[in-house]
């Protein structure tokens, strides 16, 4: 019973990092004004080879899914 648990929270875990990952890619670039290229080589030291050509089609298939609910989180940050 203890493996089938691991199993079924594995993918919701997994998910919620993509997640986090693209809103700090979204938010890097929009609200910090981060260039792709630049956030491309912040990842590189930290073992992760994100390309540029990856993290644009992230934020171009991003913004077409819902341009207006991404502006609203990003621009709703806490810290603005």
């Keep these: 019973m203890h493996g089938e648990i691991r199993l079924a929270v594995g993918p919701l875990v997994h998910?919620?990092?993509r997640q986090a990952l693209l809103a700090h890619v979204l938010v890097s670039k929009?609200?910090?004004?981060?260039p792709?290229?630049?956030q491309s080589q912040?990842?590189?030291p930290?073992?992760?080879n994100l390309e540029r050509s990856t993290l644009a089609d992230w934020v171009e298939r991003s913004l077409v899914l819902?341009?207006?609910r991404m502006r609203q989180?990003?621009?709703c940050r806490p810290d603005r």
Excluded: E, Q
């Excluded at 929009?30 to 981060?34: E, G, P, T, V």
């Design 42 to 44: 912040t990842f590189g």
């Design 15 to 17: 998910r919620a990092k």
């Design 73 to 75: 989180a990003v621009m």
């Design 30 to 34: 929009y609200a910090d004004h981060l």
């Design 66 to 68: 819902n341009p207006w």
């Design 36 to 38: 792709l290229y630049r």
């Design 46 to 48: 930290d073992g992760i």
